[in-house]
């Protein structure tokens, strides 16, 4: 087969190597991009197990994705793409008995209206956090889904807020844990449990700092934005990117699983796939790609340095998913029935007990406690299923490390219980159930390594300079020309195509100003990767002693 040619591959097809796609073919590259599975998107996929019910079989609600400024300047509505909101964004139950669930309503004042039925005073303190937000929005989104380090976003982001003591107790905000800020905001269960729902989309515990930012973020956008989803399933959204791509002359190929990385004189040349196809890259190779796999799998060990190689042992995969989707002949009969109208529905525990559940299963235990998100897509997007019934999932945590036998389909069950506690009668409507375990994840994606949703830890010890290990918190990887692309990149998980747009941009400028700035930054992060007391050339003993400490999800055994 004769050898392709391109100025640039890309490796792997999700949403971070197709915005990529975008970006380098917009400036005229062509691009080639290999995508092992035999669909384009990833983790954003969708398929019809029962007819006439679509099935979302990863991500699902699109927050990041509507206001991220990476896909906004995709102009995605000319490419297929309509979004639909429930009418409700989410609701949380404080438990099975509660008749009345907090809800964040699309309009903000029924949102505030809802929280000071339950504690005058916290639905002023909800707008209030959302004109902040409004406020400076647009810098903001910049600073955390741009380059980093974000310097000119950052300079716009303090202007914005006028005062320099405004913007360290905002940072501080940020910082706190979610246990915490909930407290500190708010007088009444409603605001604490919309703030703790939302922090557990992340992996950072209840009681660790960042994850009241998290939960802080995610009320923000649900409140700005909503919760939209694609008309048509996730598959449509997905379905848009390539489309993009493809019409911005990006050659896109599904079935292609890149074997390994060919590396030059310290420099990416090309890729081969594992049915033999070679493509040589003139400018670029960009990797949409799980950290360790780019590491240990597709470079050269000898072209990965020894503290490289060692700070991958120290990687940390976030927490385990199971998944389970139902495919229901009626709307679930939820108790607290303003719970009927919401998209996301967050339940089996309140805020308290969310802290507790969190601590077990980020300290390696199984909880006692089941706590869950579940995805009601026909009440977001009615041409899920036919009409009067729905396609719902739910999904939640395993601790990290080896996986006992039969844990995945345990936690399935009692995932379904609770919405039974929550909903007498919905077990009666299901007309079809399937679970999705760790191992069915990283069997549908390879990137989800041990049913890791954001691509590694969202904990801040592996965020900015830390991710996905301690150097620049940039694409550059110690290869020339080689570029970190996926979310185990800054800015790291969820669908907004920052780590592939930020990745495509330094290509591009790198091939602009020449090879000069790309080598020096190379060079650092060689020198920050290099460790003259460490010789290993091989990466088997790091592969070996991360086997031993469990912590990579790829020696997860599954259900
Ligand atoms: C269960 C679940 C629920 C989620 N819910 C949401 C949500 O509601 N909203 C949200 O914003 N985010 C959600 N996420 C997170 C989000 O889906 C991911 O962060 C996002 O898809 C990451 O994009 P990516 O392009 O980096 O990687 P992926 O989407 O994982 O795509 C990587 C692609 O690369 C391919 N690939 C890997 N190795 C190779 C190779 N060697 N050769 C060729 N191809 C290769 C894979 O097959 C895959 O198609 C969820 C994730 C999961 C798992």
Redesign the pocket.
Known sequence: MPERVADAVV???????LVAACRLADAGWDVVL????DHLG???VSQEPVPGYTVDL?????P??AASPALRRLDLGHHGLTWSHAPAVVAHPAGPDDERAAVLHRDPADTAAGLDAEAPGDGETWLGLLDQWRRMREPLLDVMLGPFPPVPALLRLLRRMGEAPDAIRLARTLLLPMSQLGEELFKGRDGRLLLAGNAMHADIPAVAAGSGGFGWLLCMLGQDVGFPVPVGGAGALAGAIAARARAAGAELHTG???ERIVVGGGRALGVVTADGRRIRARRAVLA??SVP?LYRE?LPPDQVPARVRADLDRFTWDLP?V?LNWVLDAPVPWRAVNARLAGTVHLGADDREISRWSAAISSGQESDLTFLLLGQMAVADPSRAPAGGDAVWG?SHLPRGPLRPGAAIELAERMEAVVEAHAPGFRDHVVHRFVQGPQE?EQM????VGGA???GTAQLHQQLIFRPVPGLGRPETPVLGLYLA??GAHPG???HGG??DIAARVALRSARLGELPGRALTRVTRYLGSDTRDRRTSAEPAARRTRRTGRSGATVPGP
Do not use: H, I, W
């Open positions: 490796v792997g097809g999700g949403p971070n190597g290999c995508e092992a599975a990833g983790a954003v990863a991500s699902a609600f699109y990041l994705a292609a699983r890149v949409d790609v796999s597709l998913t998944k999904y994840l994606d390879a990137n989800l949703v954001n691509g996926s979310a998980g969820g669908v780590p592939g």
